[in-house]
């Protein structure tokens, strides 16, 4: 069965701290997301990477940092934790586009939990 | 980028078809249309992919007329266990043979009752 770990279901942090979220697929997908998840706003694309040492700039940045130095590890980072950062985190992988270009099934992890206080 | 318009929330009932439409004006020749479906305290999950036309699979059809301008997930029969939050998505491809990125709308609530 195809699986996303993400390291910590609940986490509570307080202004300020440098907080990571780890997240570990075994599916050999290139392919590696960050979302956070707010009430009435959906799912936001964060980060994303397509191969080991590559990332690229979701639509909401700021204020995060990733890390992919194993094809199967995808760590967010939170420089310095701050209470609008309070969120459901949500990582996701998934396989290339598709011999006809359609586009892999996202896989997601259970979801991390992030209080900031 | 295309984005996507859907309803914030329907009512059903159980044993009755749900259709959730979704607007996506900007698709791009390459995108494919794909919908995932979400539980509370759980990550998305997929349900159906399609480019054109109609597919079905064991769970859901998806219904894309010919300008690909929108989309219809139709649920056969629903259950109280299909109350969830159903999202549109339209990939796009970042360069030829690249990945997709992929983006969220905020979803449309489904809530069925018995």
């Known amino acids: 069965d195809v699986k996303v770990t993400q390291s910590s279901r609940y986490l509570v942090k307080r202004t300020g701290e440098k907080v990571f979220l780890e997240c570990v697929q075994d599916m050999d997908h290139e392919n590696m997301f960050w979302y956070r998840q707010d009430p009435g706003l959906g799912l936001r694309l964060i980060y994303f990477?397509?191969?080991?040492?590559?990332?690229e700039k979701g639509d909401i940045p700021e204020g995060y940092s990733v890390s992919r130095e194993k094809k199967e590890r995808f760590s967010l980072i939170l420089e310095s934790a701050s209470t609008n950062q309070t969120s459901m985190y949500l990582c996701?992988?998934?396989?290339?586009?598709?011999?006809?270009?359609?586009?892999?099934?996202?896989?997601f992890g259970e979801g991390s939990r992030l209080t900031v206080l | 980028l295309a984005k996507t318009t859907q309803p914030i929330s329907m009512d059903s009932y159980e044993g009755q078809e749900v259709n959730i439409t979704c607007s996506h004006n900007?698709?791009?020749?390459?995108?494919?249309i794909t919908w995932y479906q979400q539980f509370p305290s759980q990550g998305p999950r997929f349900i159906i992919q399609g480019y054109k036309t109609k597919v079905t699979n064991e769970v859901a059809s998806l219904f894309i007329p010919a300008d690909r301008k929108s989309s219809t997930l139709s649920l056969p029969r629903v259950s109280l266990s299909d109350t969830a939050v159903y999202y549109c998505?339209?990939?796009?491809?970042?360069?030829?043979?690249?990945?997709?990125?992929?983006?969220f709308g905020a979803g449309t609530r489904l809530a069925v009752h018995p």
């Open positions: 996701a992988s998934s396989s290339g586009p598709g011999l006809a270009g359609e586009v892999g099934e996202l896989f």
């Open positions: 990477s397509y191969d080991v040492k590559m990332k």
């Open positions: 900007n698709i791009a020749t390459n995108d494919y």
């Open positions: 998505l339209v990939g796009v491809r970042l360069f030829s043979g690249g990945y997709n990125k992929l983006i």
